[in-house]
T-cell receptor, first 114, second 111 residues
Framework: NAGVTQTPKFQVLKTGQSMTLQCAQD?????MSWYRQDPGMGLRLIHY???????DQGEVPNGYNVSRSTTEDFPLRLLSAAPSQTSVYFC?????????????FGPGTRLTVT | DQQVKQNSPSLSVQEGRISILNCDYT??????FLWYKKYPAEGPTFLIS?????DKNEDGRFTVFLNKSAKHLSLHIVPSQPGDSAVYFC??????????FGAGTRLTVKP
């Protein structure tokens, strides 16, 4: 049981390039999310999904696209990278059961845009 | 707008004593509240959560208290251990799964 996996761990892009950050979970969770964390700040929600085929925007969605074709995978696409997107990106999966809510994070992708 | 706030950037406690981390929120529509621990260069680790229908939840050394009228929650760690030293984030989610995080509190537990 690997939990939440993310690839790559590190990436350097030039301004204007595009790329996809991969995220997969093997816990059969319905919910998946993408966050970014900038220095001195908490995590900010980019996009989330409540199930295959359903996605929605979070707090900071501009410049990013997502899709959810399977329960397991939730890739994040940067359409045209900008220096403001330099950040650490975390993917998470979560589930609720009655009054409990649990969310598990991947190890993160550190992205630098030059 | 910052809907979840952790007003103390840091906290230092002695090993064996209680650590109390605080969090305030503004959105009364939040249904779940969660606490995470984070080490550098790692993803956040889920610690404990509480539903808005409860006022207390315990798991081992960790207890979360929720005061809905004050829009305040706290995490108690008893007894504190040096391995608990990390950044702690509180987060809150509405039923839509739109989750908001506080900026974090760095806990240092001194031997």
């Amino acid at each position: 049981n690997a939990g939440v996996t993310q690839t790559p761990k590190f990436q350097v892009l030039k301004t204007g390039q595009s790329m996809t950050l991969q995220c997969a979970q093997d816990m059969n969770h319905e919910y998946m999310s993408w966050y970014r964390q900038d220095p001195g700040m908490g995590l900010r929600l980019i996009h989330y999904s409540v199930g295959a085929g359903i996605t929605d925007q979070g707090e900071v969605p501009n410049g990013y696209n997502v899709s959810r074709s399977t329960t397991e995978d939730f890739p994040l696409r940067l359409l045209s990278a900008a220096p403001s997107q330099t950040s650490v990106y975390f993917c998470a999966s979560s589930h609720t059961s009655g009054s409990t809510y649990e969310q598990y994070f991947g190890p993160g992708t550190r992205l630098t845009v030059t | 707008d910052q809907q979840v706030k952790q007003n103390s950037p840091s906290l230092s406690v002695q090993e064996g004593r209680i650590s109390i981390l605080n969090c305030d929120y503004t959105n009364s529509m939040f249904d779940y509240f969660l606490w995470y621990k984070k080490y550098p260069a790692e993803g956040p680790t889920f610690l404990i959560s509480i539903s808005s229908i409860k006022d207390k939840n315990e798991d081992g050394r960790f207890t979360v208290f929720l005061n809905k009228s004050a829009k305040h929650l706290s995490l108690h760690i008893v007894p504190s251990q040096p391995g608990d030293s990390a950044v702690y984030f509180c987060a809150a989610s509405a039923i839509s799964n739109d989750m908001r995080f506080g900026a974090g509190t760095r806990l240092t537990v001194k031997p």
